[in-house]
């Protein structure tokens, strides 16, 4: 029996949740303007009743059905709306279950589209009870991709790498950005600095532990709780993630959806011979999220080629040219700018400072300090950027290799190009070199990857590609390429 | 007349030179402006701070006034765009080059805006949308532009109409 032929509404204990809400919300405006007013009381509860009542009205007159071809919600009260969602343009289908859901006994359904618009929020998002989520996910995953088994029947296929929650662990410990890690031990090291000199009772350290827990610790609790029991699978044509320790996330959606994936090593994890694998699916982002789809948690560089072999083989790159010998001289020039520039400023403070108020070795060695520390970090940034870079063009996708301390590996379909544009700063255009600035619609709407310096003739064959595709007949929005 | 007779590259109509100079105009007498009030900040400041801040003042300026009097002649020179069947390709950069190549397949939206300065000599500038962002073709002829609009427009229509038949 299909459950969507009939409209059907939201399951009723979604009003609990709802109700509870508005309480909340009325207390605390009630609290608020409780001494500006003098009987707001009765106005309160009044206003209390009709969104209570609103909210009925809203349940009772919002419905969800599916046709052969579409996905169709309505509601119809003071206006009326009626969203169709061809099963053709539906990026992903996801079960989410929050601890509201848990207490409730509910799922919440939502179905993302391929959208720039609507590229980080949930094009219907629908509540039922619990089974009744997992039947309905399992009817669309029939109409949509013709393989229905249900959520008991996921159980028994085994994720293509067996992760555990060591693997969760560490995921949420060194996937974050290395810049963001050093930045909050600074802080913390500061603050217990300042703790062991004594001189502002310790309160620097409280500072430093705040910023630590507020930036890194909770980040990383939220990373290790979401990620939890990852499992990811692929039946067909359809690739199934599930994970989540509190709120449960099971996630389906067709490979040729994914515009690229990205092998992401941060500095540690690359100490460690580990990697994570991201991908680009629009609609997989929720928009309290705001992070990249992991295809694959943190692991073992040779399981992350087993998940790209078996999830999305089409996207394996293993080849990449580095940039030409010229292209260490703009990198190189690029140092020397921030070196001189930084002269510059500190010879100019220095200058402003060098008025009786500040001590002149002090002066001395600051300038020193600083002109020396931009300037080993610039040249070693650009060696790194120099030596890092990858470029390498395959017969359906093409790869940038980047990032001087965190190394991202973006390997990218012809076929999602937006935009291609070639940029080259004097110094790089007259040694026939120039950067590629490729524009594509992420998870989370726009985004643009960028290349190193190479030449410019290789880039452009970037852009050539993109149009030879499309004239050939080999790019097909109906397959997407794969 | 503005056509590259090689590369089939267009140049743009001389009247954006015009346009572009009255731009930087509005923009120099503006810095100009903020200049004069930052200098009176400046000449209460104590001497070291007064003779440093007061020279890179007058550099930053000169740079500025500089490139807005050179800027539209080497925009104007550069200025190249093409539209084919199939894609939009624009070259430009003053100081950085630019190639841009936007796939017509990939357009979304198409849009002609009219600023109040390029409205005076007859100008516009066609906005192309994408779903990874935006590109620009400036200081049209108001028919070309219009012109072209109507083709995008033409041939995106056309495009998706072949898509909701195959549907």
Same mark, same amino acid.
């Given at each position: 029996?299909?459950?969507?032929?009939?409209?059907?509404?939201?399951?009723?204990?979604?009003?609990?949740?709802?109700?509870?809400?508005?309480?909340?919300?009325?207390?605390?405006?009630?609290?608020?303007?409780?001494?500006?007013?003098?009987?707001?009381?009765?106005?309160?509860?009044?206003?209390?009743?009709?969104?209570?009542?609103?909210?009925?009205?809203?349940?009772?007159?919002?419905?969800?059905?599916?046709?052969?071809?579409?996905?169709?919600?309505?509601?119809?009260?003071?206006?009326?709306?009626?969203?169709?969602?061809?099963?053709?343009?539906?990026?992903?289908?996801?079960?989410?279950?929050?601890?509201?859901?848990?207490?409730?006994?509910?799922?919440?359904?939502?179905?993302?589209?391929?959208?720039?618009?609507?590229?980080?929020?949930?094009?219907?998002?629908?509540?039922?009870?619990?089974?009744?989520?997992?039947?309905?996910?399992?009817?669309?995953?029939?109409?949509?991709?013709?393989?229905?088994?249900?959520?008991?029947?996921?159980?028994?296929?085994?994720?293509?790498?067996?992760?555990?929650?060591?693997?969760?662990?560490?995921?949420?410990?060194?996937?974050?950005?290395?810049?963001?890690?050093?930045?909050?031990?600074?802080? !913390?090291?500061?603050?217990?600095?300042?703790?062991?000199?004594?001189?502002?009772?310790?309160?620097?350290? !409280?500072?430093?532990?705040?910023?630590?827990?507020?930036?890194?610790?909770?980040?990383?609790?939220? =990373?290790?709780?979401?990620?939890?029991?990852?499992?990811?699978?692929?039946?067909?044509?359809?690739?199934?993630?599930?994970?989540?320790?509190?709120?449960?996330?099971?996630?389906?959606?067709?490979?040729?959806?994914?515009?690229?994936?990205?092998?992401?090593?941060?500095?540690?994890?690359?100490?460690?011979?580990?990697?994570?694998?991201?991908?680009?699916?629009?609609?997989?982002?929720?928009?309290?999220?705001?992070?990249?789809?992991? !295809?694959?948690?943190?692991?073992?560089?040779?399981?992350?080629?087993?998940?790209?072999?078996?999830?999305?083989?089409?996207?394996?790159?293993?080849?990449?040219?580095?940039?030409?010998?010229?292209?260490?001289?703009?990198?190189? =020039?690029?140092?020397?700018?921030?070196?001189?520039?930084?002269?510059?400023?500190?010879?100019?403070?220095?200058?402003?400072?060098?008025?009786?108020?500040?001590?002149?070795?002090?002066?001395?060695?600051?300038?020193?300090?600083?002109?020396?520390?931009?300037?080993?970090?610039?040249?070693?940034?650009?060696?790194?950027?120099?030596?890092?870079?990858?470029?390498?063009?395959?017969?359906?996708?093409?790869?940038?290799?980047?990032?001087?301390?965190?190394?991202?590996?973006?390997?990218?379909?012809?076929?999602?190009?937006?935009?291609?544009?070639?940029?080259?700063?004097?110094?790089?255009?007259?040694?026939?070199?120039?950067?590629?600035?490729?524009?594509?619609?992420?998870? =989370?709407?726009?985004?643009?990857?960028?290349?190193?310096?190479?030449?410019?003739?290789?880039?452009?064959?970037?852009?050539?590609?993109?149009?030879?595709?499309?004239?050939?007949?080999?790019?097909?929005?109906?397959?997407?390429?794969? | 007349?503005?056509?590259?007779?090689?590369?089939?590259?267009?140049?743009?109509?001389?009247?954006?030179?015009?346009? =572009?100079?009255?731009?930087?105009?509005?923009?120099?007498?503006?810095?100009?402006?903020?200049?004069?009030?930052?200098?009176?900040?400046?000449?209460?400041?104590?001497?070291?701070?007064?003779?440093?801040?007061?020279?890179?003042?007058?550099?930053?300026?000169?740079?500025?006034?500089?490139?807005?009097?050179?800027?539209? !002649?080497?925009?104007?020179?550069?200025?190249?765009?093409?539209?084919?069947?199939?894609?939009?390709?624009?070259?430009?950069?003053?100081?950085?080059?630019?190639?841009?190549?936007?796939?017509?397949?990939?357009?979304?939206?198409?849009?002609?805006?009219?600023?109040?300065?390029?409205?005076?000599?007859?100008?516009?500038?066609?906005?192309?949308?994408?779903?990874?962002?935006?590109?620009?073709?400036?200081?049209?002829?108001?028919?070309?532009?219009?012109?072209?609009?109507?083709?995008?427009?033409?041939?995106?229509?056309?495009?998706?109409?072949?898509?909701?038949?195959?549907?």
């Amino acid at each position: 029996m299909r459950m969507l032929e009939e409209p059907v509404r939201n399951s009723p204990r979604v009003l609990i949740s709802h109700f509870i809400l508005i309480l909340f919300i009325m207390a605390v405006v009630s609290l608020s303007i409780a001494d500006m007013m003098t009987a707001p009381l009765p106005v309160i509860a009044a206003l209390t009743v009709l969104l209570m009542a609103y909210d009925v009205v809203w349940w009772k007159r919002t419905t969800l059905r599916a046709t052969d071809t579409e996905l169709i919600r309505e509601y119809s009260f003071l206006y009326s709306t009626r969203k169709v969602v061809p099963y053709s343009k539906i990026a992903s289908v996801n079960v989410i279950r929050t601890a509201f859901d848990r207490v409730l006994g509910t799922a919440t359904i939502q179905v993302n589209i391929n959208s720039a618009v609507n590229s980080t929020a949930p094009e219907i998002s629908f509540v039922f009870d619990k089974d009744t989520a997992d039947a309905v996910r399992t009817e669309l995953s029939g109409r949509m991709y013709g393989n229905a088994h249900t959520a008991q029947e996921e159980h028994i296929y085994e994720s293509i790498i067996p992760f555990t929650n060591r693997d969760s662990i560490l995921h949420g410990l060194f996937g974050t950005s290395t810049w963001a890690l050093l930045g909050v031990i600074a802080s !913390l090291a500061l603050g217990i600095g300042t703790e062991l000199i004594g001189s502002r009772q310790g309160s620097e350290l !409280l500072v430093g532990m705040v910023v630590l827990a507020v930036m890194f610790l909770l980040p990383l609790i939220g =990373m290790i709780i979401k990620y939890y029991n990852f499992k990811v699978y692929r039946f067909g044509d359809t690739v199934y993630l599930s994970h989540g320790a509190i709120r449960l996330y099971r996630t389906s959606f067709k490979i040729n959806r994914i515009n690229s994936i990205r092998i992401k090593r941060t500095l540690i994890a690359r100490m460690m011979g580990k990697a994570s694998l991201e991908m680009e699916v629009v609609g997989l982002t929720s928009a309290d999220d705001e992070q990249r789809p992991v !295809l694959c948690i943190m692991t073992d560089m040779e399981n992350i080629r087993k998940v790209i072999r078996e999830v999305a083989p089409f996207f394996e790159f293993e080849e990449g040219v580095v940039q030409p010998k010229a292209a260490g001289k703009v990198w190189l =020039m690029k140092a020397v700018y921030t070196t001189a520039a930084t002269v510059v400023l500190a010879s100019v403070i220095c200058y402003v400072l060098n008025d009786g108020s500040v001590d002149r070795a002090l002066l001395r060695y600051g300038w020193f300090a600083t002109v020396g520390a931009v300037a080993v970090l610039s040249f070693v940034s650009a060696y790194r950027g120099y030596k890092v870079d990858l470029f390498g063009m395959g017969e359906d996708v093409f790869m940038f290799q980047y990032g001087i301390v965190d190394r991202c590996m973006s390997v990218m379909q012809y076929d999602r190009v937006q935009i291609a544009e070639l940029y080259a700063w004097p110094l790089a255009a007259r040694l026939g070199l120039a950067r590629c600035q490729v524009r594509m619609l992420s998870s =989370m709407g726009a985004a643009t990857t960028v290349s190193g310096y190479y030449p410019r003739e290789d880039l452009e064959r970037i852009q050539e590609e993109v149009m030879a595709r499309i004239r050939d007949g080999r790019y097909d929005y109906r397959k997407l390429s794969f | 007349m503005n056509e590259d007779q090689n590369s089939g590259y267009r140049r743009l109509n001389p009247k954006a030179r015009v346009s =572009m100079y009255i731009g930087n105009i509005i923009a120099a007498v503006i810095w100009l402006a903020i200049a004069y009030i930052a200098w009176g900040f400046i000449d209460g400041m104590s001497e070291s701070f007064r003779d440093l801040l007061g020279i890179g003042l007058l550099v930053l300026t000169a740079a500025i006034i500089v490139y807005l009097a050179v800027g539209p !002649l080497v925009y104007y020179a550069r200025y190249r765009y093409i539209i084919t069947d199939d894609a939009i390709d624009i070259r430009k950069g003053i100081v950085i080059l630019r190639h841009i190549v936007v796939p017509i397949e990939r357009v979304h939206q198409v849009e002609v805006v009219r600023g109040p300065i390029n409205n005076l000599f007859g100008l516009a500038d066609l906005q192309v949308t994408t779903a990874g962002g935006q590109a620009e073709i400036e200081y049209l002829d108001n028919d070309v532009a219009d012109s072209i609009a109507d083709d995008l427009n033409r041939i995106v229509n056309s495009i998706v109409r072949g898509r909701n038949e195959d549907a």
